[in-house]
């Protein structure tokens, strides 16, 4: 046999909560991918291993807990099973819930496909007390069971074996892989063998999917089986009217719809084979999940909790993640000087291209990075919410308020992951409403979600409330939340009333999972994605609209006659400098270009004894100006009477440049297209108490909300090369404007209800 | 057939009915049939019947409420909306607005 023949392909399959994505991490490690289903929006998790015999790719299917057609995933789970036909299906079942897990092994069984399965959580099902004998479940069923417990990366070697041995294709793993387990529908069967038979007509039919499987699909009614018959088979009518009147006869005989029948005896045969193979230890003991349940769901006091669990949230993740930026500003501070060394030295009054657009660049980047250990703790925090349990409660207690405005208990998910608890992403938010059943809630929940406060925002919240609340941080971030649900809820019940009101419902049924404790690495493993995430829309939506915005803040630039103006003044000062220092010793050092390059130098060396922390590294920098700038230096560190009065004269020269160079700056954003647009706004948004500075930010931000803080960055420029943060650059500005905190409420308002960013709007029409 | 949890076996079948905290009045009955919103917490009950239809009814198929299944009534969130049930080794909320469309089965 060919090489290729021993890569397989492998299906992983189960039902919600089952640990199916543990099951995956377990088998292929970080060896993963994510690619598209054609046509959907789900994610198509593929991963890979090897073992002794070849590669085995591991295609994570959509979690269902049925193989019909009624919802997204159950399709794109069906699709793959039918079109792609995997060597092999692991089964992902919870031990701890067996009876329930079968009905979805039935019907990969009925399919046809060889099947493993990974009995997962059997240590939960232990602790429950009943265990589940693996070996009798594997006779009974006739395939191999494997019990896992993937959390502890128990059973996986056993399953890697039990894959290949059913899926590798040798000779006799073949007896394995048909399992002749069949089950009994009982008063169903003889119209079972009909349709089966009137179905065998077509060999094409017969080639593509399970004979018994379909006719089983056809009794339960399901419309893609129905389209099934007629894409393939010769004579689709008759066979399709043979099944109705059995579907109705049947009804009219038994008092029972051939679905509700064809799943009683799915139970009853589960339930047959769980008290074959499980053995109850302590039967009606309470769960510890249960037990824990009576206090946090607890009718009273279940709203407490909540509350006490999102303001953890806001203090753990936003109060005290902010204090680590005070850590990560210093090294992206240094980065900034890096690249400022690298790049050409800053000219007297105008800096070149390249390097104002770097050092743009370089900004913006910075005041966004600056924030991600935040996001990381944050998203830390909603992993291991999810992970628990707890957001499935989450969902339950809020259920009734979100349906009064439309939406749902499980729009839940996607409200956090959109920002509730200050820092989301509408993206991720709107790609987990898929979640939810019930299309009208869906779209209600897809139109509000950027309404949340995305990541984007929270720069400039964490911004505005460091420089005017410091004191009530976490009360005024609990504020801006509670103000944006309220306003989100107000629309999506517009939507809902209005627009949406056509569209179809769907119920809030929904398993209640048992509490888990969430493993590091899983949590880890999401966090850091979703950081990764909000980091690559950092590398690019943002870049690409800081040049544009770059572009329209420094284009057309300063008229002729302002420009030879400021060169006139600047030629003054140095004039004037030189007059000073004519008499001096150093006289000769300094003409022409040499000044410009004193000038560099000396702010270069006031940054790096900025920088030196101690005694000892202050001394190294002078030690390092001094070998490479041996001319100069004296003039640095002034020892002597006559150095010392041009180190004087020096600095009266830096201040008159730097006092030019801010005038400019802000006389050319003023001339600039967007300070021509945000000048013209001025005079209603004046009412608002926003400036042409605000107003611009906000302009730029339309393009993706993450810009504001960095054109702000930019317009707050005015110690920008001290490195000092963007707080204390606004607040120094801000105090000399009278702005008050007033007018910073204002704005975080106005923000919130700001219309969504590019990619949150493109996003959704893709759908 | 409705029957109280172990502990609880004293309670008559009556009370259990009549338990207010989560249950709907029965008045609103026409056809004197029972509903999953009549059970009272910590009551369960049996499954008898289906009145929903399509993609609802499949999913609470899916979920366990097969006709026969025994369903126990655990409670309410604290809205009185969702209920949560457990249906023998796990637990699923659902609407009353649902609830109210499944059959039980009487004593």
Redesign the interface.
Known sequence: MATTARDITIGLAGQQNAGKSTVFNMLTGANQHIANYPGVTIDKKVGSYRDERGRVEVVDLPGC??L?S??LEERVTRDFLLREKPDAVINVIDA?????GL?FTFQLLEMGFPVVMALNMVDVAES?G?SVDADQLARLLGIAVVPTVARKKRGKGALRRAIRNIAGGDGFSAIAAESTYRIDYDALETPIAAIEGALADSKTLSRVVALRWLAVKLLEGDAESRSLVRQYHAHPDPVLDAVDAAARDFEAFHA??T??YI??C??RVAAEIVGRCQQVARP?TVHL??KI?RVL?H??L??LFLVLTVYLIYEISIVQGYKLTFLTWPALAWVRATVAGLLPDPGLLHDTLIRSLSLWMVDSVNTLLNYVPLFLILFALIAILEDSGYMARIA??L???F?SFGLH?QSTLPFILGGVFTGGCAVPGIMATKGI?DERSRLATILTVPYMNCLAKIPLYTLLVNIYFTAHKSYVMLFISTITIIMAMIVAKLLTTTILSGRET???????P?YHMPTLTGVLRRAIDRTWSYIKKVGTVVVAVAICVYVLLQYPGLPGERRDHYDAEMDRAVTAFQEQTRESDYAALLQGPRILELLNLSAAYREAKLAAGNQEASTAVDVRFEERHSELFPLLRPRDAEARAVNRALRNLATDRATLRTQIREETIVHSYFGTIGRALEPVTRFAGFDWKINVALISSFAARESSVATLGALFQEGADENITLEERMAREGGTDGRTPLHALALILFFALYPPCLAATIFPSAW | MISRQ?SRNRTTLRECLECPTCAKPLESRHDGCRFLTDVANGCRCRIR??R?Q???????????F????EVEM?????????L?M??????????K??ADLIEIAEG
Do not use: K, N, W
């Open positions: 807990y049925s019909t009624y919802s701890a819930s067996l009876r329930r009905y429950q009943r029972i719809s679905v509700d799943a009683s799915r139970d009606g999940s249960e349940d769901l009718r009273g279940a709203p339950f207690i259920d009734r308020v349906r208990g059943p769907a119920p809030f049924v929904m398993e209640m048992s | 172990p019947r289906h929903s399509g993609a609802i009814r499949q999913r609470l198929l899916d979920l366990g097969v006709p026969g299944v655990v409670r309410c969130a604290t809205l009185g909306d969702p949560e457990r249906l023998g080794d796990y637990y699923v909320t659902l609407r607005r649902e």
